[in-house]
C-alpha cells in the first residue's frame, strides 16, 4: 500500500464507504456487492483485500479498551489509523471508526 497514489487512496477511501455504508445505513453492512457494482468486478476484487487489510489494521487498535466512551474510542482509534496511513480521506477513517464503535459499544 505504500506506493499508491493519491487518486488510488482516494478509489480505496470511496470504495470503504460504499462497502460500509456509511450515510446510506443506520449500522455498518460491511457488504462486497455494492463496491463490485460501484467500481467493476475487476477492481472491486483488487480493492476487497485492501478494505479488509485495512479494517484489521484498525480493529487492532487498542481504544476499546482504554477509553472512557464511543466518541473517544473513535477518536483514539482514528488518530492512531490515520497516522499510519495519512493518505486515506478523512471520511474513510471516519467510516471505519464508525464500524469500530459499532462493534465495541
Request: hydrophobic share 40%; net charge negative.
Amino acid at each position: 500500500m505504500d506506493k499508491m497514489t493519491s487518486e488510488e487512496w482516494q478509489q480505496v477511501g470511496e470504495a470503504i464507504l460504499v462497502w460500509s455504508g456509511w450515510g446510506r445505513s443506520s449500522w455498518p453492512l460491511r457488504n462486497d456487492e455494492p463496491v463490485a457494482k460501484r467500481f467493476g468486478s475487476e477492481i472491486a476484487a483488487t480493492l476487497l483485500p485492501l478494505i479488509r487489510q485495512l479494517e484489521d489494521e484498525f480493529y487492532a487498535s487498542d481504544a476499546r479498551h482504554t477509553a472512557a466512551d464511543l466518541a473517544e474510542m473513535a477518536s483514539i482509534s482514528s488518530q492512531q489509523f490515520a497516522a499510519k496511513y495519512p493518505e486515506l480521506p478523512d471520511d474513510a477513517v471516519r467510516a471505519l471508526a464508525w464500524c469500530y464503535t459499532f462493534d465495541y459499544k
